[in-house]
């Protein structure tokens, strides 16, 4: 019985650690996996582990990827000419889902923040300037979050670019202080990139 009970608090432990899933909400999860969704639950062990095995960052974009090179990055109709800088992978299917956005990404996996040890390294700014220097881009669009952080981000990238005559905008109103795109309702996202802004 204890043997039992250790393994569902690991489980419990276990869930915890996705995003806004406290231990009330964690317990009901393992309860209904357990008694209710045994074969749904060993589908998702397995598809989690093969996700997490597979599953690396695109030497391009940075994205989320099954190959060294991701699909969006490899396809030849995506116009090399705008490149959109996002903050996570979950940024860009958001984009992707609610817009009609035919360019490129670059995911910066985070923003600027000394504090907590995010300097310009852990978000990729030299195989940003790299891009942007290349000349391919003409305009640099700066979907990150209305954060503190974010702004100071942006700055920084923004002055990348201007220094190489690319054109820098920003996405307009209905991206609230504080908010992120990745919780962004599709139609709010939508007119937030179609009324982008000169940064």
Known sequence: MSKNKTLIEDLIN???????????????????????????ALNLSEVL?????KTLNCKSCRNLSQDEI???????SRSEALLCVVESPAD???????????????????RLS??????????GIDLLKDKISSGAVKELILAVNNTVE???????????AIKNSVKVTRLAQGVPMGGELEYLDQRTLSKAFEKRTLY
């Open 150 to 160: 974010s702004d100071v981000t942006a700055h920084v990238i923004s002055d990348i």
């Open 14 to 40: 276990a869930l915890t650690c996705l995003p806004g899933v406290g231990k009330k909400t964690a317990q009901r999860m393992t309860y209904f996996l357990l008694q209710r969704a045994k074969d749904e």
């Open 114 to 123: 000394p504090l907590d040890g995010i300097g310009p390294n852990e978000i």
């Open 49 to 53: 582990r093969e996700a997490v095995n």
């Open 70 to 76: 991701c699909e969006l990055c490899s396809d030849l």
């Open 92 to 110: 860009v299917m958001n984009i992707e889902n609610s817009t009609s956005y035919n360019g490129k990404y670059f995911v910066l996996l985070g």
